[in-house]
């Protein structure tokens, strides 16, 4: 099976930065896309930057300019650079993989939408 596992999040004034990293495990064979979505009190999950295997990348508008997602495909990571940070930023962060191709039991599979435990980010003075 896969699993992703979060790590990073934490307590930062406004200004400041942050860089969260998830890591994806299993007998993982590629991961087509990998990103981060973000849900604060009260707000749906929304999504906050994904990364395609070959690099491509999207943000969300609110973090464009502020926030990098990278990846590493042989480790099968993914990192969020958050720099300039708002309260509104304030969320809990939760790490995405998409179209993962991994072994199981000698067969090859290919899952959906697999989600890490979540992070928490808070931005507060």
């Known amino acids: 099976q896969v699993q992703l596992v979060e790590s990073g999040g934490g307590l930062v004034q406004p200004g400041g930065s942050l860089r969260l990293s998830c890591a994806a495990s299993?007998?993982?064979?590629?991961?087509?896309?990998m990103g981060w979505y973000r849900q604060a009190p009260g707000k749906q999950r929304e999504l906050v930057a994904t990364i395609t295997s070959g690099g491509t990348t999207n943000y969300a508008d609110s973090v464009k300019g502020r926030f990098t997602i990278s990846r590493d495909n042989a480790k099968n990571t993914v990192r969020l650079q958050m720099n300039s940070l708002k309260p509104e930023d304030t969320a809990v962060y939760y790490c995405n993989a998409d179209l993962v191709r991994y072994y199981s039991r000698s067969y090859l599979y290919t899952g959906r939408d697999y989600w890490g435990q979540g992070t928490q980010v808070a931005v507060s003075s």
């Open positions: 299993g007998s993982i064979v590629s991961i087509d896309v």
